[in-house]
């Protein structure tokens, strides 16, 4: 049962513009949300969160985005750069327990 | 400051055979939670030590095990090693809030 879902395997964004990555979620109990960047041979680095009683957490180029009536969670990073090319998870947690989407892989062109 | 660390990196196995793998917390993390990562799915929670308690556990049989000792390093045991435990695994460390996870690069294990 999959309780985070990321249903884009992968995304390709031109340097400089806008990637927007996407996650939903089941279980409303969720009460916080986190975003986690993977590059090969390496583990998971966390990246930026949210807790459930906001709905917009900035830092720097990456803002995430929570609508709770959607359960839908988003990532925009702005500007794209090449050095972030990456597997991107969405995670949420309940207590001591995480439970991580299967991971968008995004491309930034030069 | 020492971030988590993972030993061995790669591992290969026979089915049946059983497989102990190590992890060193970030320097003042005290709760060690362990996930298994099969390819192209994402981490899914084994279970989590605290204090030297199992505190949480997935939803994974009993001959996944594991241990946590005084100086907040863990170990995950498995024991009858099949093919679909083929898969990377990672430790993350954190604080008791747990808000965030901090993970080790992993161990890959290859069950044939």
């Known amino acids: 049962d999959q309780q985070v879902k990321q249903n884009s395997p992968s995304l390709s964004v031109q340097e400089g513009r806008i990637s927007i990555l996407n996650c939903d979620y089941t279980?409303?109990?969720?009460?916080?949300f986190l975003w986690y960047k993977k590059y090969p041979a390496e583990g998971p680095t966390f990246l930026i969160s949210?807790?459930?009683?906001?709905d917009k957490n900035e830092d720097g180029r990456f803002t995430v985005f929570l609508n709770k009536s959607a359960k839908h969670l988003s990532l925009h990073i702005v500007p794209s750069q090449p050095g972030d090319s990456a597997v991107y998870f969405c995670?949420?947690?309940?207590?001591?327990?995480?439970?991580f989407g299967t991971g968008t892989s995004l491309t930034v062109i030069p | 400051e020492t971030g988590v660390t993972q030993s061995p990196t790669h591992l290969i196995k026979t089915r049946g055979q059983q497989v102990t793998l190590r992890c060193s917390s970030q320097?003042?993390?005290?709760?060690v939670s362990w996930y298994q990562q099969a390819l192209g799915q994402g981490p899914q929670f084994i279970f989590q030590?605290?204090?030297?308690?199992?505190?949480g556990r997935g939803n994974f049989p009993p001959r996944f095990s594991g241990l946590q000792f005084p100086n907040y390093s863990s170990e995950l045991n498995v024991n009858a090693l099949e093919l679909d435990d083929s898969a990377l695994y990672l430790c993350?460390?954190?604080?008791?809030?747990?808000?965030?996870?901090?993970f080790g690069s992993g161990t890959q294990l290859s069950v044939l």
């Open positions: 993350a460390s954190s604080l008791p809030s747990g808000e965030k996870l901090f």
């Open positions: 279980n409303s109990m969720f009460d916080y």
């Open positions: 949210i807790s459930s009683i906001k």
């Open positions: 995670a949420a947690s309940r207590g001591n327990q995480f439970y």
């Open positions: 320097s003042g993390h005290n709760t």
């Open positions: 030590y605290y204090r030297e308690e199992e505190n």
